[in-house]
């Protein structure tokens, strides 16, 4: 039944392990110490990917990047930890289901790479001034910044609710406008690279950065603007620009506006595109002793404008006469594709949104095993296609997902009740009175055959998973670019989980209780909680059955009782 989850065009994440999952692998010593003593930015950037040293015995993890249309190694410092920065939301509504989907795949991305890089470092903006949260907070007679935080504590109570790990470092443009955001643009300005408006504004100004930087590199080489309206973002600035393709770096404040900075421009606030630019620049120069910025991610729909502007500042900005290579900025772009619902992007424009919480709270409350936000979880992971290409959203949709996750927890619930009666259970004429009577000793049963091959079968899958979403860059070479293959394969994943699932249950129903040995039934359960937890499903799932996770605080052996009475509960209401 679960044949329908394979989605042939879902893409496959295959990076480089030499010793397996969690296994240490080396890189060449002299590679290494000449990147070490590269700055974060360096001009001598190579595109890691291409070094044949790398091919060789690399530990590096292979991403689709979407600045040059390949699967490029992600290549951090062997000395520095990866640096990986996320546009944030806008904070001036709920969270919805196209947010969701995002950070979601971003976090399992996050989770996946954590086990190769020990020392991830994850940064997100959040925008807490902006044209429409100004336009809504007016709407709404309230504080702009009070709004926006309100906001953003919901998107955070949201993304907690889904299980989406908080990252490591935020930053705000309230906070970082005046000692950040304004030098960055002084500096475009004085690399001759944007001007000041008659109004005050000060705009990127796209044909001197082209014949500024010449060949070096080009406006729009992430996704070039597909028609001359893209170029407006607001009304009122085509007005005072020298070209339709330049965009505002600094816009002066409008009569009523309540939030503004001084500027050598006047007072005003920086425009959407510039505060990742220069805040990026900011938090580079905090950890550039220990980390380096190597990937940015977003949803698809900031491929242009945001981030084709983001890359022309960042290039502005560190432009210099006397280098004659092509700067290259941070060198991994990560995308991830469009909600729909009903054939439509599912946007707040549109107002054809679901809100996080209007998911959440249609959850089913009788069982304390139900998740709406694994399921959704899983359905991002292995149903909904690559996180790089659009997803359907449906209600069948999630309800098939809970489905494949009830066949997930009832294994564990089931597979932990059969081991705690298979250690308690005699037979009654074992049962002598002795010193020691037997029912108070272990009773040992010998692996046999089908002990064996339910193992290897476990195993299997086991590994299966582990190279869906891992997999070895060294059985591949260039001709693997072409055929488009390898990123996250959720999919099989997902399909791995369900056959160790499948696979016990048929052998623990086959061996009546206290008849097989448990080890292999054990490993099985231990097997499928670790990669329930790896790609970051919460205790819910991960947890379910497991005695220890009872929340009540009574002795061990009523402890385990209660244990014992609560698998017993849901197993019947699983089967109800
Ligand atoms: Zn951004």
């Known amino acids: 039944m ?30 290494s110490i000449a990147r070490r003593r590269r700055a974060w930015w360096s001009s001598t950037t190579k595109n890691c990917g291409s070094s044949s040293a790398e091919k060789a015995g690399a530990n590096n993890m292979v991403l689709y990047d979407s600045l040059s249309g390949q699967y490029k190694s992600i290549c951090p410092e062997k000395e520095k930890g990866l640096g990986w920065y996320t546009c944030g939301p806008t904070t001036y509504a709920p969270t919805h289901l196209g947010h ?15 086990t190769n890089h020990k020392s991830l470092l994850w940064i997100m903006n959040i925008t807490d001034v902006d044209d429409k949260l100004l336009n809504r907070a007016k709407e709404l007679g309230t504080d702009p910044v009070a709004l926006a935080r309100h906001y953003e504590r919901e998107f955070w109570h949201d993304m907690e609710s889904l299980h989406v790990q908080r990252p490591d470092v935020v930053v705000r443009v309230t906070e970082s406008v005046t000692d950040t955001i304004v030098p960055y643009i002084e500096k475009i300005l004085n690399n001759g690279m944007a001007y000041v408006a008659q109004d005050q504004s000060v705009y990127f100004d796209v044909r001197a950065f082209e014949d500024r930087t010449q060949a070096r590199t080009r406006y729009g080489k992430l996704a070039p603007p597909q028609n001359s309206s893209d170029f407006f973002s607001s009304v009122g600035e085509e007005t005072t620009k020298r070209d339709a393709r330049d965009f505002v770096l600094w816009k002066p404040r409008k009569e009523g506006e309540s939030v503004s ?21 900011s938090i580079a120069k905090q950890f550039q002793d220990t980390h380096e910025i190597r990937v940015h991610a977003g949803g698809v729909d900031l491929k242009f404008p945001h981030h084709t502007n983001e890359i022309a500042q960042a290039e502005a900005f560190h432009f210099s006469t006397t280098s004659e290579t092509t700067k290259e900025w941070i060198p991994h772009w990560v995308h991830t594709g469009h909600l729909n619902i009903q054939g439509r992007k599912m946007s707040k424009s549109l107002k054809n949104f679901i809100t996080v919480r209007e998911m959440l709270e249609s959850e089913d409350d009788s069982s304390s095993l139900s998740s709406s936000a694994d399921d959704f979880r899983l359905w991002c992971l292995g149903l909904s296609g690559s996180y790089r290409g659009p997803a359907t959203y449906s209600k069948e949709q999630i309800n098939q997902a809970q489905v494949l996750r009830e066949k997930l927890v009832q294994f564990l619930l089931e597979g932990e009740q059969w081991i705690t009666e298979s250690d308690e259970r005699v037979s ?25 091959t339910f193992y290897r079968k476990v195993q299997d899958s086991s590994e299966k998973c582990h190279q869906a979403v891992m997999g070895f860059i060294s059985k591949h070479d260039g001709e693997d670019n072409q055929r488009g293959g390898f990123d996250l394969d959720g999919s099989t994943y997902v399909n791995e989980m369900i056959q160790i699932a499948e696979t016990a249950s048929a052998h623990i129903r086959s061996c009546p209780v206290g008849s097989a040995a448990v080890e292999p039934v054990r490993g099985a359960i231990v097997q499928l909680r670790q990669l329930l937890s790896l790609v970051g499903f919460s205790e819910k799932t991960t947890h379910a059955g497991e005695p220890s996770f009872e929340r009540n605080s009574m002795n061990h052996e009523s402890h385990i009782k209660g244990g014992e009475r609560a698998l017993v509960e849901e197993l019947v209401k699983f089967r109800s």
């Open 428 to 452: 009654s004429s074992d049962n002598k009175e002795t010193q020691f009577p037997l029912h108070e000793t272990l009773v040992p049963r010998k692996w046999v055959e089908k002990d064996y």
């Open 100 to 114: 969701a989907r995002t950070y979601v795949c971003l976090d399992i991305l996050r989770r996946v790479l954590r």
């Open 2 to 31: 679960h044949r329908s989850l394979v989605h042939p065009h879902v893409g496959q994440w295959r990076p480089s392990y030499a010793t397996g999952l969690f296994g240490v692998t080396t890189r060449s010593s002299s590679d």
């Open 261 to 281: 900075w001084d500027s050598p421009w006047g007072q005003g606030r920086p425009g959407w595109h510039i505060e990742c630019s220069a805040m990026i620049e």
